[in-house]
């Protein structure tokens, strides 16, 4: 029932031909080019006992399985399995783990993933330990007989930490536990971890896949035979899937993402600089910057730096009249739209976290989250400058 998805392209389609094509065929019976939204709750069988493929909605939808296999090639995985947010496809990783396991997870991880860990799955006797995974020898001191999982982001949210993929998998490995990237903040323009040693690479499609603000969702890519069933069998069972329309929006999203990546990063960095040189900035992160302590690992495992950073302005009061008084960017959650989009994480992605814990993180009440979009450069330059006015 849960059959691998099988990417109809050459071996050595390059990414953005994959794009465009991996997963998605004229349809068979009027010929159009892009993938039609299957909006049905069930498929009416020949006889009994005979299908086409299809028996319920929930188990298979011809939409959903064309973008789960084009992301699967995007990330050089064997299959993909879409959820109804990224949380959703997160918690069905979790799903891989059984009581008395032991997890170690980035300490800059998601707000979202935090409460997921700590406040729910804690419940059911998982532990979680948080580590700079950007250190690999507090990685490897945090592991136990019990760890069955490494799960890392990279870049980390909001502060960009990075974690030597490489490095991690093999360190996984030799404790026979998987490694789990959050990818979300690269996309696989930028990023694959499969090709870097990951089992599973997870993202929140919402953000740099969808692209475009109108879509919630989730993906996970899997390469072991093993984690390909289970993760079948769980979204079937427990029912989070990504709707029809939800996935076609996805993939409408995929076709552009090379494009809009190359826009997004070049504004990322063009941001950075103008932050990194402005008197009322106390310190700015981003990987593109050589001041950024792992630039050169940035370098080495990623294609670009991408469209995240943050900045610290020095106090709450600060940031309140910065986010307040810009005019183009837009203050909002999320993050990997065309849109610019402006945050303040401790009051909003980064709240479930304890403050403490936060002030550990440098996820100060002062810190700026932006997601530069593909907006003309010299308006977001104008509209920040015009922003930090204000301090």
Not at 258 to 275: I, W
Not at 351 to 359: L, Q, S, T
Request: hydrophobic content about 40%; glycine content about 8%.
């Amino acid at each position: 029932m849960y059959r691998r998805q099988i990417v109809k392209l050459k071996a050595n389609a390059r990414f953005s031909t994959i794009c465009l094509h991996a997963g998605q065929e004229p349809d068979p019976t009027t010929g159009a080019i892009v993938t039609p939204i299957y909006q049905t709750s069930t498929y009416v069988q020949e006889e009994l006992g005979k299908h086409k493929g299809y028996e319920y909605a929930r188990t298979q939808n011809p939409t959903r399985s064309a973008l789960e296999s084009n992301v699967a090639a995007m990330e050089n995985g064997k299959a993909g399995f879409a959820f109804a947010s990224g949380m959703a496809a997160i918690n069905a990783i979790a799903s891989l783990l059984k009581s008395g396991d032991h997890v170690v997870v980035s300490d800059n991880v998601y707000g979202g993933t935090f409460r997921l860990f700590d406040q729910v799955l804690g419940r059911y006797q998982i532990a979680f330990s948080y580590v700079d995974t950007a250190d690999i020898a507090a990685v490897e001191r945090a592991l136990t007989p019990q760890t069955r999982m490494l799960f890392v982001e990279t870049p980390s949210n909001p502060v960009m930490r990075l974690t030597d993929l490489p490095a991690a998998a093999d360190l996984a490995h030799r404790h026979s536990a998987r490694l789990v990237v959050d990818n979300t903040f690269a996309s696989p323009y930028i990023q694959r971890p499969i090709e870097l040693g990951a089992d599973l690479v997870t993202h929140s499609t919402t953000k740099y896949l969808n692209g475009h603000s109108d879509s919630i969702g989730g993906v996970v890519v899997a390469t072991r035979d093993d984690d390909i069933e289970w993760l079948g069998f769980v979204q079937n069972a427990a029912g989070g899937i990504l709707s029809p329309f939800d996935s076609w929006l996805v993939l409408r999203g995929t076709k552009t993402l090379p494009l809009r990546m190359v826009q997004h990063s070049a504004n990322g960095m063009v941001l950075a600089e103008l932050l990194a040189a402005h008197p009322k900035v106390k310190q700015v992160h981003y990987p593109g910057l050589a001041t950024h302590p792992q630039h050169a690992l940035a370098v080495r495992q990623m294609r670009g730096f991408g469209g995240m950073l943050s900045f610290d302005v020095g106090s709450l009061e600060a940031a309140r009249r910065l986010l307040n008084g810009v005019r183009l960017m837009s203050l909002a959650e999320s993050l990997g739209g065309v849109e610019t989009l402006i945050s303040h994480p401790a009051s909003m992605t980064h709240a479930a976290v304890p403050a403490e814990h936060r002030a550990a993180l440098g996820i100060t009440d002062g810190l700026v989250r932006i997601s530069a979009g593909v907006e003309d450069i010299d308006d977001l330059r104008d509209d920040l400058i015009q922003a930090l006015d204000l301090i």
